[in-house]
């Protein structure tokens, strides 16, 4: 896919990939086999007719393909652009055994940015309100798919979201240069058209808890709060000046446009030289930031090698046309600050892959050298991990490992009336995991409410 030069790009928040024009959606519809078996559909979380809507594509009549991608996918806009799709489909079409797999992905972006050139999408007819009511906590993907699905089926549905903004890390997470806002607004309202309220700045647990909502006469609750506590290394210098953790430098940024320091209330550092430690999506959305906020030198500080890097290739490659420098085999072991407290460089290790293990894992241990990286600010993008804000106050919420919600297949708690999906079920994972664990949560919440009807 065609992207923005490198250098005008890495000034300014907007777009970098372009999407594919008609004629090319057209021509690389055309390579798809069409399987009776299709894999690239075993590998989408949330079971796309992908050989139809290609077809569709393929025949120009891409109204016909967004329909069908609609039927699976409440959020085409953001899925065509975030999804690890090499992971999902695309790694499992049967092209990529020998050539380039189809670029599924980038078809369904084209199908869902024609939608949006037409107008909104057609809202599919609402069924009858079935007078039962669900309060859905957390407006990510998890909990807007929840929402849509359960609203679709004729439930009224509430969104308790803690923050100003609905759309959890598509809205305060990931940059606008990938993401940008009005495609987030527009699959926002696509599930507000369906009778879907959203009620901001309502933290649950604290405004109110679980208990209180199922009093107020709620049927059920789904939890979609994600898992945006931060997680540190523990080594020396971790609370000297300018260390961020990544989701807060990015909500600054994003939605609280730090970027626009003073015309916006929120500072943010502007790092000149800046160490980002981790590889995954967030440290490149962070160490790309930063290039955006003037940094001079930006690195990544990885432990392993390119070969476990767990970040979308597109956004490593787009990071390296930026100018951002990775150093792999490299591990942070202690930040080192100046006289007032603020960071001035980091210590790391030089690591070595040891031979894999029993599980065929290869982990990286020290080689005995370490070198310094003179730097005035640091980022951590080691993952994140649960807040335990919402789940302290249910009483005898079983959770699991750093205080994860236990879940069945369906998404059910072990409190009947109580289903969780998304991030703080399975810990920080994608955004399509998170919508397919919505979509099975609001099937089960639906045989639920009916039962016990
Ligand atoms: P979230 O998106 O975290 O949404 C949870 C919502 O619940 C938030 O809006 C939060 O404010 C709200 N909330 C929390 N507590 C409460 C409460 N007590 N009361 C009310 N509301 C509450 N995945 C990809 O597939 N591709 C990517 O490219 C990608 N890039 C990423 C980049 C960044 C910077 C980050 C942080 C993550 C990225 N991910 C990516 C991961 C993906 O965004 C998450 O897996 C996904 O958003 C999880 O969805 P969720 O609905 O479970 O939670
Ligand atoms: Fe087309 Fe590849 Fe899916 Fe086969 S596996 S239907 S070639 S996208």
């Given at each position: 896919m065609r992207a923005r030069n490198a250098e005008k790009r890495k000034k300014d928040f907007k777009e970098v990939a372009l999407g594919l024009t008609e004629k090319e959606a057209v021509r690389e519809a055309k390579r798809c086999?069409?399987?009776?078996?299709?894999?690239?559909?075993?590998?989408?979380?949330?079971?796309?007719?992908?050989?139809?809507?290609?077809?569709?594509?393929?025949?120009?009549?891409?109204?016909?393909?967004?329909?069908?991608?609609?039927?699976?996918?409440?959020?085409?806009?953001?899925?065509g652009r975030v999804c690890p799709q090499e992971n999902q489909c695309q790694g499992k079409c049967v092209l990529g055994k020998k050539n380039a797999p189809v670029a599924i992905g980038a078809l369904e972006r084209f199908a869902a940015d024609f939608e949006a050139k037409k107008g909104v999408p057609k809202k599919p007819e609402k069924p009858k309100l079935n007078r039962r009511s669900v309060a859905v906590i957390g407006s990510g993907p998890a909990g807007l798919t929840a929402a849509a699905v359960l609203a679709k089926t004729g439930y009224k549905v509430t969104v308790f979201e803690a923050l100003h903004e609905a759309g959890g890390v598509l809205t305060y997470g990931i940059p606008e240069f990938r993401l940008p806002r009005k495609i987030i607004e527009r699959e926002i309202d696509f599930v507000t058209s369906l009778g879907v309220e959203i009620k901001l700045n309502w933290v649950v647990g604290k405004i109110q808890t679980i208990d209180d909502l199922l009093k107020e006469g709620y049927d059920a609750v789904f939890i979609g709060v994600g898992a945006g506590s931060p997680r540190f290394m523990e080594i020396p210098g971790e609370n000297l000046n300018n260390v961020y953790f990544a989701s807060e430098y990015l909500t600054r940024v994003n939605l609280m446009k730090a970027g626009s320091f003073p015309k916006y209330d929120t500072p943010v550092k502007r790092g000149k030289r800046v160490a980002v430690v981790g590889a995954g999506n967030v440290a490149m959305d962070a160490a790309r930031t930063a290039v955006r906020l003037g940094a001079e030198k930006v690195y990544?500080?990885?432990?392993?090698?390119?070969?476990?890097?767990?970040?979308?290739?597109?956004?490593?490659?787009?990071?390296?046309?930026?100018?951002?420098?990775?150093?792999?085999?490299?591990?942070?072991?202690?930040?080192?600050?100046?006289?007032?407290?603020?960071?001035?460089?980091?210590?790391?290790?030089?690591?070595?892959?040891?031979?894999?293990?029993?599980?065929?894992?290869?982990?990286?241990?020290?080689?005995?050298?370490?070198?310094?990286?003179?730097?005035?600010?640091v980022i951590m993008a080691i993952g994140q991990t649960a807040n335990p804000l919402l789940t302290r106050s249910v009483k005898k919420l079983r959770?699991?490992?750093?205080?994860?919600?236990?879940?069945?297949?369906?998404?059910?708690t072990n409190i009947p009336g109580i289903f969780a999906g998304g991030d703080i079920a399975t810990g920080a994972a994608t955004v399509i995991s998170a919508m397919g664990a919505g979509k099975r949560a609001a099937r089960a919440i639906d045989s639920y409410i009916k039962n016990k009807k």
């Open positions: 086999l069409q399987c009776k078996k299709p894999m690239c559909v075993t590998g989408c979380p949330v079971e796309i007719d992908i050989p139809a809507f290609i077809s569709a594509i393929r025949e120009k009549d891409f109204k016909r393909g967004i329909e069908v991608i609609r039927r699976y996918n409440m959020l085409p806009a953001v899925c990544i500080v990885y432990r392993r090698t390119s070969a476990e890097m767990p970040a979308r290739l597109e956004e490593v490659e787009h990071a390296k046309e930026e100018g951002v420098e990775i150093l792999f085999l490299s591990s942070p072991k202690e930040i080192i600050g100046d006289k007032h407290g603020h960071v001035s460089a980091v210590r790391c290790d030089a690591m070595r892959m040891c031979e894999p293990d029993e599980s065929g894992r290869r982990r990286p241990e020290c080689s005995g050298n370490e070198f310094i990286l003179e730097v005035d600010q959770l699991w490992g750093a205080g994860y919600i236990e879940v069945d297949e369906e998404g059910a």
